[in-house]
T-cell receptor, first 112, second 113 residues
Framework: SQKIEQNSEALNIQEGKTATLTCNYTNYSPAYLQWYRQDPGRGPVFLLLIRENEKEKRKERLKVTFDTTLKQSLFHITASQPADSATYLCAPGDYGNNRLAFGKGNQVVVIP | GAGVSQTPSNKVTEKGKYVELRCDPISGHTALYWYRQSLGQGPEFLIYFQGTGAADDSGLPNDRFFAVRPEGSVSTLKIQRTERGDSAVYLC???????????FGQGTRLTVV
């Protein structure tokens, strides 16, 4: 069955450093992958979408990579700030299957 | 600017009762999704609508769960004979079309006692 794996342990990182999160998937050949941010008590908020023919995508201090050979996406927050503390969710997608399935999410805590 | 609106924000119900959860998507969005999220978990897919039709309802856990979107806008998730295991946050999201970014509501926290 299809699996989306994100690290269940929270990532504690010092302010100003780069946070790197991993999303691995199995039994999947997604055409794209989305990343969302979720704060406690709120719905997820879209951050970035990267397609299978794109190796890297950037938006301000965020960078996402997509390696279809490794079946992995990396999500980077550079120059992290306490306001970046949240849970980050990955969601691989397929144009032939319109459901949007999410990983469990990975919590980031940025320490001032 | 109106985002996705879900009502009620909180619902407490007794085991065995029937509940309805409402989702008002962003105007013009044809795709609508329902998810269920338990503490410490990611959103679990329930059902996807494209327009008025349920294009994929494979995530509904059993026949106690049903959702409608009669006019292609507002959607209602209906749960019959609620069980304590149904307690979770129910999230609704809409998109301009499939395979694009989804805009989520704040969720309805359902507690079955």
């Amino acid at each position: 069955s299809q699996k989306i794996e994100q690290n269940s342990e929270a990532l504690n990182i010092q302010e100003g450093k780069t946070a790197t999160l991993t999303c691995n998937y199995t039994n999947y050949s997604p055409a794209y992958l989305q990343w969302y941010r979720q704060d406690p008590g709120r719905g997820p908020v879209f951050l970035l979408l990267i397609r299978e023919n794109e190796k890297e995508k950037r938006k301000e201090r965020l960078k996402v990579t997509f390696d279809t050979t490794l079946k992995q996406s990396l999500f980077h927050i550079t120059a992290s700030q306490p306001a970046d503390s949240a849970t980050y969710l990955c969601a691989p997608g397929d144009y032939g299957n319109n459901r949007l399935a999410f990983g469990k999410g990975n919590q980031v805590v940025v320490i001032p | 600017g109106a985002g996705v609106s879900q009502t009620p924000s909180n619902k407490v119900t007794e085991k065995g009762k029937y509940v309805e959860l409402r989702c008002d998507p962003i105007s013009g969005h044809t795709a609508l999704y329902w998810y269920r999220q338990s503490l410490g978990q990611g959103p679990e897919f329930l059902i996807y609508f494209q327009g008025t039709g349920a294009a994929d309802d494979s995530g509904l856990p059993n026949d106690r769960f049903f959702a409608v979107r009669p006019e292609g806008s507002v959607s209602t998730l209906k749960i019959q004979r609620t069980e304590r295991g149904d307690s979770a946050v129910y999230l609704c999201a809409s998109s301009p079309s499939a395979n694009t970014e989804a805009f989520f509501g704040q969720g309805t926290r359902l507690t079955v006692v």
